[in-house]
């Protein structure tokens, strides 16, 4: 099944800078092939359920390798089946609608 998340990693007890973190996350992301779009607050990622599940599994554990005592995350997960929707085409259904 494809499968939608937007996906917030956020390490605690290692100080008030993450993104070193975050960087590694996404080192995971890219090294998995799976489609995905950083931003501000977290990332948008897409894909077979049992990838992309796999791939927020692997990010926890690279930040506990990394130091971090506690991960928490948050997660939207989205599936759909009337029809196959990627992440940039619910992006350009809403830029359409603002032309």
Known sequence: MQVMIDLCVVPMGVGVSVSRYVAACQEEIESAGLSHHMHAYG???????????????????????????????SMRVGTRTDREQGLEDKIESVHRLRQ
């Open 43 to 73: 990332t948008n990622i897409e894909g077979e359920w049992e990838a992309v599940f796999a791939v927020v599994r692997r990010c926890h554990e690279r930040v506990h390798e990394m130091g971090a005592p506690r991960v928490t995350t």
